[in-house]
């Protein structure tokens, strides 16, 4: 099914066209209007030149000036072979539709509302017949039934005109092209873009991207390292205040040396505050008993920290190296 754009605006119309597989833009005098277009003919030879094939209107109160206002918009500068020439359904728009593919136009006979309209129209030859979708159910016609009736009858009659959904307005409608099985569908660029939105799509891609960044991420690369240590000759209420002020989870407690004498986190102070005889707040890091903290490489996968986290049952963890200490990582880091 050949995808078209419904657009005027220039900016909707690159974007769309950057996708690289559209087959082209179908436009009307009502966007033109609505966008304040003045010189038509200057805009339609821009859009000319911006998609691969350009569907524009060609009208006239017979078919004689319908043929001769499709030729003179020819003369502008367009590519015959890249051209559809949209004529609304009529006798005499249908006589000039046989009139323009009889000398090898391209024409979109379109404002289809019925199956008598439509079948004029592929007795004409017209290259696309354009059945209004949206229009349609707005005054309460059965156009998906419609639709559905046109390819049936361009198949079994074979005729080769290309039945065009138009008048796009929600997702389903794109839904409703496919499985009728029409030839073509011309979308706007706010229903386009958002076709391949769905939740679960989102959170798939998200685990993924998750689960490739535990893999490919070191530990190096996303440690805290301001603010992370504290001198054992410090009081726990120093520490607690270079934790809320630097919005840590842990700090590491070091000697004289630099070297690791604990790790103390907020859940060591909620501990020890259930047992506080009064003087916590003041008691220093020499009067604590030390602990051994769980240490990682600095080389380690985030997919390792993880794994070590959730083994060990801890929310903070010292990356060092060779050299000593690198920094800290706390589980909402990676999670």
Known sequence: MELYLDSVKFDEIEQA????????LTTTPTFMHREGIKDVDAAILKLSKMVSVLQIEALGDNAEQIVAEAKR???????????VFKIPISLEGAKACKMLTSEGFMVNIHLVYT?????????????YVCV??????????????????????????????????????????IRNAIDIGCHTIT????????MCNNNLTDIGTKQFEDHTNLTMTKAKEVVTTENITISKDKTIG?????????????????????????????????????????????KKFTDVEPNTPVTVDADATLMEVSDILHQKKIDNIIVTNTDGIVGLIDIQDIV
Not at 73 to 83: A, E, H, I, R, V
Not at 187 to 194: A, Q, R
Request: include cysteine.
């Open 17 to 24: 066209n950057n996708l690289g597989f559209i087959t082209g």
């Open 73 to 83: 918009l020819l003369t502008l500068g367009l590519d015959k072979n890249k051209t």
């Open 115 to 127: 199956i008598q309209q439509a079948y004029l129209a592929m007795c004409a030859g017209a290259t």
């Open 132 to 173: 209004l979708i949206g229009r349609g159910q707005d005054q309460g016609v059965d156009t998906l039934t419609l639709a559905a009736e046109c390819v049936q009858m361009a198949e079994e009659y074979g005729f080769d005109s290309k039945i065009m959904f138009s008048s796009v307005r929600n997702l389903e409608h």
């Open 187 to 194: 979308v706007p660029w706010s229903i386009m873009k958002n």
């Open 238 to 282: 120093d520490a607690l205040i270079q934790m809320t002020k630097n919005k840590l989870g842990a700090v590491i407690v070091v000697d004289g040396n630099n070297q690791i004498y604990r790790i103390f986190t907020d859940g060591d102070l909620r501990r020890m505050l259930s047992e506080d005889n009064g003087s916590l707040l003041t």
